[in-house]
C-alpha cells in the first residue's frame, strides 16, 4: 500500500519559493498518477497540481504559472516547485495518488506565507 512522506515546507515571506518533495514507498510508482494537494484551516482539501505516469501536469488556476510539479521515477519521488508565493498558499501540503487514496495520506509539509 502506497505511502507518502512529504518534506519541503516552512515559512516564507510572500513572493519567495519553496520545494517541496514527497517520497513515495510504492515500489510501482512509476505507473502511478500523483498529486499535490493542501488544506488551510477551515478549508477543504484541494488538488492544486497533478502529474499522470506520462502525459501533461495539470494546475489549479489558483496556482498556474507559480507551481511546477515534477517525478522522478527512479527514486519515486514528486517536488512541487513553488514560487512567487501569496499569503494565500499558506497550507499544510501532501502528496498522494490522483485520486486520492484515503489511507495513504502523510502529515504533510506546512507552508505558511508571511506579508
Known amino acids: 500500500q502506497a505511502q507518502f512522506v512529504e518534506s519541503g515546507g516552512g515559512l516564507v515571506q510572500v513572493g519567495g519559493s519553496l520545494r517541496l518533495s514527497c517520497a513515495a514507498s510504492?515500489?510501482?510508482?512509476?505507473?502511478?498518477?500523483m498529486g499535490w494537494y493542501r488544506q488551510a484551516p477551515g478549508k477543504q482539501r484541494e488538488l492544486v497540481a497533478s502529474?499522470?505516469?506520462?502525459?501533461?501536469?495539470n494546475y489549479a488556476d489558483s496556482v498556474k504559472g507559480r507551481f511546477t510539479i515534477s517525478r522522478d521515477n527512479a527514486r519515486r519521488t514528486v517536488d512541487l516547485q513553488t514560487t512567487s508565493l501569496k499569503p494565500e498558499d499558506t497550507a499544510n501540503y501532501y502528496c498522494?495518488?490522483?485520486?486520492?487514496?484515503?489511507?495513504?495520506w502523510g502529515q504533510g509539509t506546512q507552508v505558511t506565507v508571511s506579508s
Open positions: 498522494n495518488l490522483n485520486p486520492p487514496r484515503t489511507s495513504s
Open positions: 510504492e515500489r510501482l510508482f512509476s505507473i502511478l498518477a
Open positions: 502529474i499522470p505516469a506520462g502525459g501533461t501536469t
